[in-house]
């Protein structure tokens, strides 16, 4: 069974990175179709999509975000990681990370725990 774990600072100024990583264990980061993604959800609110990276190391991004975001993978460490450049307080919010069934699916079999995220100075 893959499980997923995120990993990262729980605390960032304003206009700096935000940098997650997640560790896949159970299963390899490049198995055919899976889409392995990145959402989050601010306080009060919805889950949000942020982007992903497929099987074949393709990247896809939201367009809200696509100017601020960055997703790499590390085959190696069977590791994915977020990069979120210039934050502000919106970007307040717990962050998952999650297997989906094939890339566009919208069906995620496996999250992370989630990992709370405060943009504060």
């Known amino acids: 069974q893959v499980q997923l774990q995120e990993s990262g600072p729980g605390l960032v100024k304003p206009s700096q990175m935000l940098s997650l990583t997640c560790t896949v264990s159970g299963g390899s980061i490049t198995t055919s179709y899976y889409g392995w993604s990145w959402i989050r959800q601010p306080p009060g609110k919805g889950l949000e999509w942020m982007g992903a990276?497929?099987?074949?190391?393709?990247?896809y991004y939201s367009p809200s975000l696509k100017s601020r975001t960055s997703i790499s993978w590390d085959t190696s460490k069977n590791q994915f990681s977020l990069q979120l450049n210039s934050v502000t307080p919106e970007d307040t919010a717990v962050y998952y990370c999650a297997r989906g069934l094939s890339m566009w699916s919208g069906v995620y079999d496996s999250w992370g725990q989630g990992t709370q995220v405060t943009v504060s100075s």
């Open positions: 990276i497929s099987y074949d190391g393709n990247t």
